[in-house]
Nanobody
């Protein structure tokens, strides 16, 4: 079973930037679809960004133009570059890997944006 470990969360002021990392325990990106989700207190977990095994990307409307998802196959790592952060981006961010009915989650990393 592949394992995912997120890092890079923290506290930042509005307008700032953070880069989240999701490291996989083995090479999976050539088969798996990788997603970043987030969950704010009292809210449902929402899909933020996706990158497929072919490199196609997709973003939620709330982050489009501000967040960028990318992957480094050599490092088995997916990144989420977050720019122009807003207080409403405050949440726990989770990495998810999907392939052939298998779904694997990381432990999450907290992002807090202050106004």
């Amino acid at each position: 079973q592949v394992q995912l470990v997120e890092s890079g969360g923290g506290s930042v002021q509005a307008g700032g930037s953070l880069r989240l990392s999701c490291a996989a325990s083995r090479s999976i990106f050539r088969r798996y679809t990788m997603d970043w989700y987030r969950q704010a207190p009292g809210k449902q977990r929402e899909l933020v960004a996706t990158v497929t095994s072919s490199g196609s990307t997709n973003y939620s409307d709330s982050v489009k133009g501000r967040f960028t998802i990318s992957m480094d196959n050599a490092k088995n790592t997916v990144y989420l570059e977050m720019d122009s952060l807003k207080p409403e981006d405050t949440a726990v961010y989770y990495c998810n890997a999907k392939f052939a009915g298998v779904s694997v989650w990381g432990q999450g990393t907290q992002v807090t944006v202050s106004s």
